[in-house]
């Protein structure tokens, strides 16, 4: 049996994506733990399939979309099961994410597509940032009236978040680091929703390299990456996040240093998702 959608949500990278994809987790029902070896496949309308994924340890899966247009989600697994496929739409160059919920196989249960539809990358930020919220916010006008002289200078005045020079390797480097669960560790750091690649010895990306206090458009910070939201989820840091979103185009030839920036930003990814 077949049911209706209950909700979408797109992540924020569409604009840096060129093809469609469908990303998500799968929980237990009753536990909301995650549930490893799903299989998760994508069917076309006349039930062929189009794709499929298996889920890892922490529940995530990814698959591909060949073009945009009507498919349905089927999730199996020997000791779950859902009430049936479950039906979603994809627009071209759209990332959409999914939640899908299963029950014992003795008890099935309704999937769920947790909700909203976004095309702007900014969207996902500014809702959370206008809401309650799990992290710390800073938006454009906090920014202009603080005035900092780097991106970095953002974070001095923020609580359990440290801008410090350590000795790594003896080569003096400035890292970003965070109290988190009671110890002090390098949080996730993302550019526009895509990480940064991990630090390695004295060797890393400098935020204050890649952009300028001009172009930042907001930040968020979450303390633990259990509260961030899915699209800035990472299941293998023990650490906090930090999201840094840039300013929108206003149009006029593009700046070599984006450029630069983009180069970098798509090579962290490809390395990422090998």
């Given amino acids: 049996m077949r049911t209706p959608a209950l909700g979408l949500l797109v992540m924020l990278m569409a604009s840096r994506v060129g093809a469609q994809e469908v990303r998500g987790v799968v929980v237990a029902e009753?536990?909301?733990?995650?549930?490893?070896?799903?299989?998760?496949?994508?069917?076309?309308?006349?039930?062929?399939?189009?794709?499929?994924?298996?889920?890892?340890?922490t529940g995530l899966f990814r698959l591909s979309v060949t073009s945009g247009g009507s498919y349905y989600l089927r999730a199996s697994h020997a000791l779950y099961t859902t009430s049936g496929d479950l039906m979603l739409k994809t627009d071209r160059h759209e990332i959409v994410n999914v939640v899908l919920r299963m029950g014992h196989a003795t008890i099935p249960m309704e999937p769920l597509l947790v909700v909203a539809r976004s095309y702007h990358r900014l969207s996902g930020f500014r809702e959370r940032a206008a809401g309650p919220g799990q992290g710390r916010y800073i938006l454009r006008a906090e920014i202009e009236r603080r005035m900092p002289l780097r991106p970095t200078d953002l974070f001095k005045l923020e609580s359990g978040v440290r801008l410090e020079r350590q000795d790594i390797e003896g080569v003096s480097t400035e890292v970003l680091t965070m109290r988190s669960v009671g110890e002090d560790c390098e949080p996730a750091i993302y550019i526009d929703g895509v990480r940064l690649p991990p630090r390695v010895g004295p060797h890393g990306t400098s935020i204050d390299d890649l952009l300028t206090v001009e172009e930042l458009e907001g930040v968020e910070i979450y303390r633990s990456h259990v509260a961030a939201p899915l699209e800035l989820h990472v299941p293998s840091n023990a650490c906090g996040v930090i999201a840094i979103w840039t300013r929108p185009a206003r149009g006029g030839p593009p700046k070599w240093k984006r450029l630069g920036i983009a180069v970098l930003l798509a090579g962290t990814m490809f390395l990422i998702l090998r």
């Fill in 30 to 57: 009753d536990t909301g733990s995650p549930i490893a070896g799903v299989t998760v496949a994508l069917l076309a309308k006349d039930s062929t399939v189009q794709a499929t994924a298996t889920t890892t340890a």
